[in-house]
């Protein structure tokens, strides 16, 4: 079947820290692959996507490329900011199937 | 243009209670989508639609119902809460106009005890 495992958190970095959270997939075929982002009290917004392999994906800073070698998607970006704390989720989707990671907590300190 | 709206925001029901989580889209999406979201747990999908008067099992349909008689509304139902359905619910809708790329956009949830 299909699946993401995620970077467990929390994680906690200053602010203009170098940021990765990793994201490995399984899947029956070629999915697409997403980062959404959960502020607090909020519903998922995506911040960004790939369908292919060797995609990258980017948003506000944040970047992923999509490896299909390593069935991987990680999360990069090269300075975050306090605004960047949230919880982020990694996803795949194979036609009518969804599944995300469990959620990695970040907080950044000024 | 309001996106995806959910009522109610929170609610406590006794076990046994029947209850229906209401959700709107004003995008003219052809997809809807219900998740469930427990404590550090991802999103688990419960059922989607694909259209007006077409829906279909997701990865944990047990213990609810689902209806889709209008492309705007894509309620959920629980007919016998239990404890275990404590969770967040999150309703989501996207295009489908194509899959590999489709964004959904998600509701703001509706946090929902059972006791």
């Known amino acids: 079947g299909n699946s993401v495992t995620q970077m467990e958190g929390p994680v906690t970095l200053s602010e203009e820290a170098f940021l990765t959270i990793n994201c490995t997939y399984t899947a029956t075929g070629y999915p697409s692959l997403f980062w959404y982002v959960q502020y607090p009290g909020e519903g998922l917004q995506l911040l960004l996507k790939?369908?292919?392999?060797?995609d990258k994906g980017s948003n506000k800073g944040f970047e992923a490329t999509y490896r299909k070698e390593t069935t991987s998607f990680h999360l990069e970006k090269g300075s975050v900011q306090v605004s960047d704390s949230a919880v982020y989720f990694c996803?795949?989707?194979?036609?009518?199937?969804?599944?995300f990671g469990a959620g990695t907590r970040l907080t950044v300190k000024p | 243009n309001a996106g995806v709206t959910q009522t109610p925001k929170f609610r406590i029901l006794k076990i046994g209670q029947s209850m229906t989580l209401q959700c709107a889209q004003d995008m003219n999406h052809n997809y809807m989508y219900w998740y469930r979201q427990d404590p550090g747990m991802g999103l688990k999908l419960i059922y989607y639609s694909v259209g007006a008067g077409i829906t279909d099992k997701g990865e944990v349909p047990n213990g609810y119902n689902v209806s889709r008689s209008t492309t705007e509304d894509f309620p959920l139902r629980l007919e016998l809460a239990a404890p275990s359905q404590t969770s967040v619910y999150f309703c989501?809708?996207?295009?489908?106009?194509?899959?590999?790329?489709?964004?959904?956009?998600f509701g703001p949830g509706t946090r929902l005890t059972v006791l």
């Open positions: 989501a809708s996207s295009s489908g106009s194509q899959l590999s790329t489709d964004t959904q956009y």
């Open positions: 996803a795949l989707r194979y036609n009518n199937d969804m599944r």
């Open positions: 790939a369908t292919k392999a060797d």
